[in-house]
């Protein structure tokens, strides 16, 4: 069998690293926005788990009671982000958008 065929390779960048690599790259950095923080991380994982629990996938119901939960808690979420402005907050991150210039 042909492991390489099956491998998955998923990175999960730190603002730092991305920063780092854009450098080596000869990249210049324009902005880097984070996107979400500490609300949004835990909110996004319990709404994965309550899917994967209740097969969210494959159950109409479920997907349907799981879909109006996660829009709720979602917004929710994005709200604690917006006025939760302490550094442990901003020490979670969903993501990076970065731009980038060629130098």
Excluded at 5 to 26: D, V
Excluded at 36 to 50: A, H, N
Aim: proline residues 0%.
């Amino acid at each position: 069998m042909n492991y390489m065929r099956s491998l998955l390779i998923i990175f999960r960048y730190t603002k730092y690293a991305l920063m780092h690599l854009a450098n080596e790259a000869g990249l210049e950095l324009v902005e880097l926005m984070q996107r979400g923080g500490f609300w949004s991380v835990l909110s996004q994982s319990v709404i994965r788990y309550l899917i994967e629990r209740y097969g969210g996938y494959q159950r109409k119901f479920a997907n349907y009671v799981l879909w109006l939960s996660a829009g709720i808690v979602g917004r929710i979420s994005i709200w604690l982000d917006h006025i939760d402005k302490s550094n442990a907050n901003r020490k979670f991150a969903l993501g990076w958008t970065i731009v980038l210039i060629k130098r």
